[in-house]
């Protein structure tokens, strides 16, 4: 919404050519309150209970009584509760949350799905219900044999200028603007280019047993840049970079990740600040099967 030129100084909007049409009496009372859904992971798992949240706000004047939450799932799957989905009365101004573990069938398409959450109530006696849906997708189907990382789909992506690039380096702010990766004079064809601080998490199921890459300050930047890299497996480091500077030639990661469903690719300032942290994981790939 713009103010308009030549509106009023004081007038925060102006709205023009607005208007309202009376479609009649209504028997449903509009509900104030609010409903937020939110999954604990970023990408469910399929086969496996996802706890899903949704979190009911009273913004009524009075008590809200007799809140009852449920959960529309697509066919075939579940959703158990996962702790009280009803509260006898929720005080204005008060939250209350109920949750489901939510499990996808093993075999469930990777694509994206809705879930969809309504929580009824009374206020005064009338009845009242506020509904939200939550668009999320089911994880990316892990690796089965050796698999450069940038083929494959992350679960999510934290990056500290502009979005993690697929085999080019970070660029700037803007997507798929990096140039070659190229780390100590040493061009990288596939890979990921990164900014301080950066994590980037994957869903490998168990089915790989070593992650190897090159991985240093990108070229781009050529005198300035400190950064450190480290690979977890669910949550545990099992592989560390020495702090690399611009200047340094490609260090070799080789991380045991056997076993682990989730590994991430983590991007640390090297203690100094994340000025100049153009980092590159060349060459990363996947060891599985
Ligand atoms: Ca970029
Ligand atoms: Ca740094």
Redesign the pocket.
Known sequence: MNKLPGAPGNADFVLDNFTVTDLGPTDERLACATLGLASQNGALEPGQPNKVTATFTNHEAKAAKGVEATLDVPEGWKAEPAGATSFDSVAPGEQAAASWNVTPPVDAPYQSYSLSAKTSYQVGGEDRSVGRDLLIRTLAPPPTKDTWVSDTDWVSAENGW??V?KDMS?????????RPISIGGVDFAKGL?MHAPADVKYYVGGNCERLTAQVGVDDAQRTAGSVKFSVLADGKKVAESPVLKAADSAYELNADISGAKYVQLVVSDGGDGVGNDHASYGGAKWLCG
Request: charged letters at 25%.
């Open positions: 502009g979005p690039e970070n660029g700037e702010a803007g997507p798929g603007d990096g280019g």
